[in-house]
C-alpha cells in the first residue's frame, strides 16, 4: 500500500468493539523492536516506523480486509508529525479501541546498549557517525558525549507522544520481561483508568514511568531474619511477619488514603495511566508487600497492573 492509495478519513465507528490499535513509541534503544515483535507473535499485523499520518489509512485498510488487532511503531524519524499524534489516536478512539505505549530507559542505560551493539543512533548524521566510530574505537569521550546528545535530542521530539498512554521504563529490563509486560498491558480495557503498582529497590534507581514514588524503607525488613531473606513478598511467611507490624499497617492506609482522594480527580481529567511505584532497599519484601496488598485494594475500582522490578529480573 502506497501513500497515494491510503486516504485520512476515519473508519466507520461500527468496529469499535472488534478493532484494536497499539501505538507502540520510545527511545531508540528502549524496546521498540522486542515490544512489536511480542505483538506480533501474539497476532498483531505490525508496521515499524509508520508515518503518523498515515496511521488512520491504515486502521481502514486492515479493516477492511479482516485484521482486527494492528500495532504500529512511531519514532522521532517522524518528529515532523509527532504532534498531531495525540489528536490523531482521539479520533481514532471512536472507531477502535486504542493503546498506547510508550518506552523510556535511562541515558546511561542507553549509551550502555549503543554501545555493545555498536549501533549508531538514528539521529546521528552519516558523517559524523564515521567520525564517532573513529572515536568509539580509539574509547575517545566524544562518541559518548555524542551519544547522549543525539539521545536528549530524540528525548525532545518525542515529548509529545511521551506525554499520551502507558509508560514503561525499561532501564532494568530483560527482552522477556519487556515482551510479557507489553502483552499485559493491552490486554486491558483501554476505556478504563489504569492503575500500574510496581515494586523496585532504591539501590537500582527509581523507575522513570512512576507518577507517584512512596518511600517504605524504613518500615521492619525481613532481611534480617535468615528464614525470610530467600522469600519474596509475595510468601505467606514474609507477608505474617509485616502483617505482624503496626508500621506496615499504617503505610499501607497512607497510601491507600492518598490515592483514594487523587485517583477519581486524574480519572476526571482524562489520564489513561497512574504509575505507583513503592520501593524499599531490596525490592524484595517489603515494597512486594504493600504493591501486592495495594493492588488487590484497587482492583475494584480500576483495571489494575502489578509489576515486581526485582523479582522479574531475579526470575529470568
Not at 497476532?43 to 498515515?54: K, S, W
Not at 498512554?165 to 515482551?179: E, P
Not at 534480617?224 to 509475595?234: A, C, I
Request: net charge neutral; with cysteine; proline share 5%.
Amino acid at each position: 500500500m502506497n501513500a497515494s492509495e491510503m486516504s485520512t478519513a476515519a473508519p466507520p465507528a461500527d468496529s469499535r468493539q472488534t478493532h484494536q490499535l497499539v501505538l507502540i513509541s520510545g527511545l531508540s534503544g528502549s524496546g521498540k523492536s522486542v515490544a512489536l515483535t511480542a505483538l506480533e507473535d501474539s497476532g498483531y499485523y505490525c508496521v515499524d516506523n509508520l508515518p503518523p499520518q498515515l496511521i488512520t489509512a491504515l486502521v481502514e485498510q486492515t479493516r477492511a480486509s479482516g485484521q482486527k488487532r494492528v500495532a504500529v511503531a512511531v519514532d522521532a524519524r517522524s518528529a515532523e508529525s509527532l504532534a498531531d499524534v495525540p489528536a490523531l489516536l482521539q479520533n481514532l478512539r471512536a472507531c477502535c479501541e486504542v493503546h498506547a505505549i510508550y518506552l523510556d530507559c535511562a541515558t546511561d542505560t542507553l549509551v550502555q546498549r549503543f554501545s555493545e551493539t555498536r549501533r549508531r543512533h538514528p539521529l546521528t548524521s552519516r558523517a559524523t557517525a564515521h567520525q564517532l566510530g573513529n572515536a568509539a574505537a580509539a574509547r575517545g569521550e566524544g562518541y559518548a558525549n555524542a551519544l547522549i546528545e543525539s539521545i536528549e535530542l530524540e528525548r525532545e521530539l518525542l515529548r509529545p507522544v511521551a506525554e499520551i498512554g502507558l509508560h514503561i521504563d525499561t532501564s532494568q529490563m530483560k527482552s522477556a520481561q519487556l515482551r510479557e509486560w507489553i502483552k499485559q498491558a493491552v490486554r486491558v480495557q483501554a476505556s478504563q483508568m489504569v492503575v500500574m503498582f510496581e515494586s523496585f529497590a532504591f539501590k537500582r534507581g527509581v523507575p522513570l514511568d512512576a507518577d507517584y514514588v512512596f518511600d517504605v524503607r524504613m518500615l521492619p525488613n525481613p532481611h534480617y531474619d535468615p528464614v525470610l531473606r530467600p522469600l519474596t513478598g509475595r510468601d505467606a511467611p514474609v507477608a505474617e511477619f509485616l502483617q505482624r507490624q503496626p508500621e506496615v499497617h499504617q503505610m499501607q492506609a497512607d497510601i491507600a488514603g492518598f490515592l483514594q482522594r487523587w485517583l477519581p480527580k486524574l480519572a476526571a481529567d482524562h489520564r489513561s495511566y497512574v504509575g505507583v511505584a513503592i520501593g524499599c532497599t531490596g525490592g524484595q519484601h517489603r515494597s512486594v508487600f504493600l504493591s501486592e496488598q495495594l493492588s488487590r485494594a484497587f482492583a475494584s475500582q480500576y483495571t489494575v497492573l502489578l509489576r515486581h522490578r526485582e523479582l522479574g529480573a531475579r526470575e529470568q
